[in-house]
């Protein structure tokens, strides 16, 4: 089992719509959670990050953790052409100094 | 955030040569990690650069092709050395633990290597 594990997609969205991003984790013991933004050919840039179980709102963008569950994840509301991307998790685990992070989902909004 | 500059921002090489690259904070970091991307793939973590100490290896990655420098708390160069064209990829510079700041890491611009 991967680590932080999310459906690699294409995920496509037409716009003005939600776009939901999944992601999985196996160890239980996390304590930080990330996602990152990646347009083809630009490095990782982080959107948001998320360390208590629940919702955490920024603009349009809100992620949900579930610790419980072992799941986190990534609502964009009011998708627009510009969110067209890769979305990364990533996951601090427990005893880690590095961020574990996910194969990323391509997202892409369709106009 | 920090400001992370890396040079050079992309090059060819020929096989069999070497490059290195640097990576420099705007600000003193705890943590720098070195990654590589291949096109269409995720992240891969080739080492984390210890300040002052030999860096730590990911498996697969070993100093003698990729030996990393961390001379002090801003700055880090990762050497692609005698390459091939399997290396060809974005190597990108990371760090955490910014002075105030919290556990997120953040990403430099990357260097996009060819190597012919």
């Known amino acids: 089992q991967k680590e932080v594990e999310q459906n690699s997609g294409p995920l496509s969205v037409p716009e003005g719509a939600i776009a939901s991003l999944n992601c999985t984790y196996s160890?239980?013991?996390?304590?930080?959670f990330f996602w990152y933004r990646q347009y083809s050919g630009k490095s990782p840039e982080l959107i948001m990050s998320?360390?208590?179980?629940g919702d955490k709102e920024d603009g349009r963008f809100t992620a949900q953790l579930n610790k419980a569950s072992q799941y986190v994840s990534l609502l964009i509301r009011d998708s627009q052409p510009s969110d067209s991307a890769t979305y990364l998790c990533a996951v601090r685990g427990s005893s880690a100094s590095k961020i574990i992070f996910g194969s990323g989902t391509r997202l892409s909004i369709r106009p | 955030s920090a400001v992370i500059s890396q040079k050079p921002s992309r090059d060819i090489c020929q096989r069999g040569t070497s490059l290195t690259i640097q990576c420099q904070v705007d600000?003193?970091?705890?943590?720098m990690f070195w990654y590589r991307q291949q096109p269409g793939q995720s992240l891969t973590l080739i080492a984390t650069a210890n300040q002052g100490s030999e860096a730590t290896y990911e498996s697969g990655f070993v100093i003698d092709k990729f030996p990393i420098s961390r001379p002090n708390l801003t700055f880090s160069t990762l050497t692609v050395s005698n390459m091939s064209p399997e290396d060809s990829s974005i190597y990108l510079c990371?760090?955490?633990?910014?002075?105030?700041?919290?556990?997120?890491?953040?990403f430099g611009p990357g260097t996009r290597l060819t190597v012919l």
């Open positions: 990371s760090v955490s633990g910014l002075a105030g700041g919290t556990d997120t890491q953040y």
């Open positions: 998320i360390y208590s179980n």
């Open positions: 600000s003193q970091v705890t943590m």
């Open positions: 160890d239980r013991g996390s304590q930080s």
